[in-house]
């Protein structure tokens, strides 16, 4: 296949569920048969260091955009929305077809926010919409009354190789930022509740960064400091020990697009406690595939940890079900089918 596709997106460097899916989109067929190429526009650093990196992402495109057949723009919150204007304008001044995938957070924040106007622009001038669920599908259509041009299409889980040689331990695990918006201290909360009746062999492992002084310091309060591990951002090797030592899964969030952290569960098979938010609800079935409880519901979180806890069966039951959705639905195969026939679409116009 001649024609290059330019893909827009945070840094590979980037920590975050954008760099994380391209990653996985690079291991596809579809990347090498469309010679995509990734332009990173954002980098987690200083201020001067994430300018300097942008201009260098800009002007590298305005190199490389008149030899390509499409551009493959992702996008979030309202920060990313007006950074990625400068390159949709670009491309449309070339008369290059755009993809806008959408990786918002809420719509409160995004299509409801005070950059709304910016948003419903760009998504009615974009040749195609990716949305990462049926709730961002709708969402969407709300805004520009258009349902044509918006197609549905998953992040995929990782690839994940089994390795028996690693048990399975007593690890309740939390992956991802330590941000209100996660519901950390709720599951401290909740963990707190049954500690010394259920969880007395159990320990609550948080893998990530961000408010990790304010976590101890509110384990300390409910004196559960003793059970609970922040270890801090992990990847490589130690992350791969630690989700396939890690028997439950949680991901108590107020607000999530397709969280990638749920599908890296589903990868290595670990049942998972969670909220129905941003995409997931097109998915969940309580106690088949997941235990699932409402944002902000101590009570209930804590009922769904004492469940899973106590329930062996049931473990292996929904650890069976995540293996099988991260080896179908959210396969990267089965993904980047999708994004296959979407490029031949937009390319042959």
Known sequence: MNKKIIVLATSRKTRGGITSVIKEYEKSKVWEKWNCSWIGTYVDRGNLIKLLYFIKAFFHFLYVVPSAGLIHIHFSESTTAVRKTFFFVIAKIFQKPVILHFHAFSPEDTLQGKRKKLYKELLKQADAIIALSHFWKIQIENIIGITDKIKVIYNPCPTVYPDNSIEKQNIILFAGTLIERKGYKDLIKAFSRINKVKCKN???????????????????????????????????????????????????????????????????????????????PDILVHGENAMVFEAGDIQGLAKNLESLICNEELRIKISKSSLELSQGLFNIKTISNQLDELYTQLCLR
Do not use: C, R
């Not at 310091?217 to 992350?239: P, R």
């Open 202 to 280: 159990w320990k609550l492992v948080f893998a990530g960064n961000g408010e990790i002084e304010k976590g101890k310091s509110l384990a300390q309060e409910l004196h559960v400091d003793d059970k609970i591990l922040f270890k801090g951002w992990i990847s490589g090797n130690e992350k791969d020990e630690l989700f396939k030592s890690s028997s439950i899964f949680f991901l108590p969030s107020y607000a999530e697009g397709f969280p990638m952290a749920v599908l890296d569960a589903w990868a290595y098979g670990i049942p998972i406690i969670t909220t129905p938010v941003g995409g997931l």
